[in-house]
């Protein structure tokens, strides 16, 4: 059974930053493409980052060049270190595993202004 643990949210400031952990459980990590998605309230959830087991990574336009994903498959954890926040990345982040319907609980991330 596969089970996601998310960590790291919280409050900071315009042009701060974060680092958030995806703790997985029940699955073969080393092999598996990682996904964080964020959840803005009123919107749709968005992809955010992607890694896949060789660890390439790609990243949607709103966050490239500010966010890196990267993976310690040795803790079977995956990173999102998020750089010079803007108060619209204020969300709930989430990571799946691509393939796997599995969600965590989410971490929550308000940047204040």
């Known amino acids: 059974q596969v089970q996601l643990v998310e960590s790291g949210g919280g409050l900071v400031q315009a042009g701060g930053f974060l680092k958030l952990s995806c703790k997985v459980t029940?699955?073969?990590?080393?092999?598996?493409?990682m996904r964080w998605y964020r959840q803005r309230p009123g919107a749709q959830r968005e992809c955010v980052a992607h890694?896949?087991?060789?660890?390439?990574?790609t990243y949607a336009t709103f966050v490239k060049g500010r966010f890196t994903v990267f993976r310690d498959n040795a803790e079977n954890t995956v990173y999102l270190q998020m750089n010079d926040l803007k108060p619209e990345d204020s969300a709930t982040y989430l990571c799946?595993?691509?393939?796997?319907?599995?969600w965590g609980q989410g971490t929550q991330v308000t940047v204040s202004s």
């Open positions: 890694i896949n087991g060789d660890g390439l990574t």
């Open positions: 029940g699955i073969a990590f080393s092999m598996r493409t």
């Open positions: 799946t595993v691509l393939g796997c319907d599995t």
